[in-house]
């Protein structure tokens, strides 16, 4: 196996299939070799990334080295060119000026996965973009409940939920059946370079996405999604909460000093006037700040999780975002065209 390739290339495919271009201590790194280009491969948590890129002066190979030692010494390398070749049991990366060989490890031990051909599905730059619409609302790693740690794309819907959010997007192009896509698929999906080509190919259980030179293979989590619907509350407005999206969404990122330490995160929401809203956050033996933004409430004061409010307004698009409670014992509801969102008030 021999191939020479762009060093910056060689660091954009990396960085495209490990998060933030880190890969871990123990993770490995496949590198095949094509008549015209290199293909980089990573698989971890059921999921298979890959980034091909161009090549010249190539022989066919494929080589399993170690992830870590080959992105430190490409990282760090400042040449313009990187020459790799395969000898005996060792795989060498070279510069001209440096060189680094490591021991190669064994291709019979790689995942038999490979990415699904065939027709495109309905994927499309929307439906990528309203992936992250909904994404804050996703269960974290930790949850033990597996059916929330993906969004559910399907049935005219895009939604995410813990149980204490929600975030629901309406895409009317969506097939019936519905998929659950996990978390960590859909962080690469969102950072596929050409969102405008993206694609989708299912299979039973599985899903591959893909834009241009990469592509994302994942297994989808098995199981029923819950009927989301029966969360949102229903009957008359009981109270409100009302304000410029852009400032709340401002105002909530300024107590990241003082909320970080709050207990769980607080911010207490009250009126200030008739058109204004006072937000504030305290924190046991640190203090406490105050917000003012433009808003109404028919509320004394309710209160929210910082990070939960924030995410929930960043994700919406209207200029006024209003929070309707309908029942004080039940998550507040917000709602804009396409799109419905809840998150559950602290008791004060």
């Known amino acids: 196996m021999r191939a020479l390739s762009s060093r910056s290339e060689f660091v954009v495919a990396l960085r495209s299939i490990y998060l933030d271009g880190e890969a871990s201590v123990t993770s490995r790194l496949r590198i095949d070799v094509q008549t015209d280009g290199i293909t980089l491969s990573a698989f971890e948590k059921e999921l298979l990334r890959t980034c091909t890129f161009p090549a010249r002066d190539t022989e066919l190979g494929s080589v399993v080295v170690p992830s870590r030692a080959v992105t430190e010494y490409v990282r760090n390398e400042d040449s313009q060119d990187l020459l790799l070749a395969e000898t005996d049991l060792e795989f060498e990366l070279s510069t001209g000026r440096s060189r680094i060989a490591l021991r190669t490890l064994s291709l019979i031990d790689w995942p038999a996965v490979t990415h699904l051909s065939g027709s495109a599905s309905f994927w499309d730059e929307t439906t990528v973009r309203n992936l992250g619409r909904v994404m804050h609302a996703v269960a974290p790693d930790t949850d033990s409940r597996e059916i929330f740690k993906g969004v559910a794309v399907g049935n005219g819907w895009i939604v995410a939920t813990d149980s204490q959010r929600l975030a629901a997007v309406e895409a009317g192009h969506l097939p019936d059946e519905v998929i659950i896509v996990p978390r960590l698929a859909i962080r690469f999906v969102l950072g596929l370079s050409d969102l405008s080509s993206c694609e989708a190919r299912l299979a039973p259980g599985k899903a591959t996405f893909s834009a241009g030179r990469l592509a994302v293979t994942t297994s989808l989590i098995q199981g029923v999604y819950p009927n989301w619907r029966e969360a949102i509350p229903e009957g008359e407005e009981t109270g409100y909460v009302e304000a410029k999206r852009e400032e709340l969404v401002i105002a909530l990122r300024r107590l990241g000093p003082i909320g970080a330490y709050a ?53 919406m698009e209207s200029e006024i975002i209003r929070l309707h409670v309908i029942d004080p014992n039940r998550a507040v509801v917000t709602r804009e065209e396409r799109f419905v969102g809840l998150v559950m008030p602290i008791r004060l």
């Open 263 to 315: 207990k769980n995160k607080l911010v207490r929401i009250q009126p200030k006037g008739t058109e204004q809203l006072l937000l504030t956050s305290r924190a046991p033996d640190l203090g406490y700040q105050e917000e003012s933004i433009s808003g109404q409430t028919s509320l004394k004061e309710i209160g929210f999780r910082i990070p939960s409010l924030r995410e929930l307004a960043e994700n």
